[in-house]
């Protein structure tokens, strides 16, 4: 297992994704975020109704020791009453692109 992480975040337009994975990377926060965006089609429950939007997802990566700056900052740029932001852990990759990781993402 490393301390790096992705973090999925959804996002309502390209101009708000892009907007967040901007500030990300020039905060130092993330090394890299990508932008799936075809759109995206999400079905969800939201107050008590089925509701379904087209959504661009970004991946972004990171280390666990970041995610709550990742996390506060998302929410500060997200239109979203309740935005997507789930870290999944990951477990192991090649020694170069995680150690590119550490030298891009600032430590606390």
Same mark, same amino acid.
């Given at each position: %297992?490393?301390?790096?992480?992705?973090?999925?975040?959804? &996002?309502?337009?390209?101009?708000?994704?892009?907007?967040?994975? =901007?500030?990300?990377?020039?905060?130092?926060?993330?090394? &890299?975020? =990508?932008?799936?965006?075809?759109? !995206?089609? /999400? %079905?969800?429950?939201?107050?008590?109704?089925?509701?379904?939007?087209?959504? !661009?997802?970004?991946?972004?990566?990171?280390?666990?020791?970041?995610?709550?700056?990742? /996390?506060?900052?998302?929410?500060?740029?997200?239109?979203?009453? !309740?935005?997507?932001?789930?870290?999944?852990?990951?477990?192991?990759?090649?020694?170069?692109?995680?150690?590119?990781?550490?030298?891009?993402?600032?430590?606390?």
């Amino acid at each position: %297992m490393t301390d790096k992480i992705v973090v999925l975040v959804t &996002c309502g337009s390209k101009k708000e994704a892009r907007k967040i994975a =901007q500030a990300l990377v020039e905060r130092r926060l993330a090394a &890299c975020v =990508q932008e799936i965006g075809v759109p !995206v089609r /999400s %079905m969800y429950r939201w107050k008590g109704r089925v509701e379904s939007a087209n959504e !661009v997802l970004l991946l972004i990566k990171t280390s666990r020791k970041r995610f709550s700056a990742v /996390s506060t900052l998302v929410k500060k740029l997200h239109s979203y009453e !309740v935005p997507e932001i789930i870290a999944l852990n990951i477990a192991d990759g090649s020694r170069e692109y995680l150690d590119w990781i550490t030298s891009n993402v600032r430590a606390k």
